[in-house]
């Protein structure tokens, strides 16, 4: 499974920017589909997961302004994300799951205040 992370930029608090990866390989073999991020200094956290059929989970920090949606063929995932806080400012990485664990590259978001 190969992934490509897109979107990333610079918005200013309270903006609103989309994420997008674009997953090819074995797309089938999928079970999870996740996005984590890391700000400086810090470590890699947990921001949205979307699993085969099952809940979608967020973190807390991000609940109720980050959506996560995916393609039904597993092909893309995005995730939206709204009401942009300086402390969203991170590195944020696609992540797939299927025996083994994927990466992307990662996406660099910045948020001024």
């Known amino acids: 499974v190969q992934l490509q992370a897109s979107g990333g930029g610079l918005v200013q608090a309270g903006g609103s920017l989309r994420l997008s990866c674009a997953a090819s390989?074995?797309?089938?073999?999928?079970?999870?589909m996740s996005w984590y991020r890391q700000a400086p200094g810090k470590q890699r956290e947990f921001v949205a997961s979307?699993?085969?059929?099952?809940?979608?989970e967020y973190a807390n920090s991000v609940k109720g302004r980050f959506t996560i949606s995916r393609e039904n063929d597993k092909s893309a995932l995005n995730l939206q994300m709204n009401s942009l806080k300086p402390e969203d400012t991170a590195v944020y990485y696609c992540?797939?799951?299927?025996?083994?664990?994927?990466w992307g590259q990662g996406t660099l978001v910045t948020v001024s205040s």
């Open positions: 979307v699993p085969n059929g099952g809940t979608i």
């Open positions: 390989g074995s797309l089938f073999s999928i079970n999870r």
């Open positions: 992540h797939a799951m299927t025996s083994r664990i994927y």
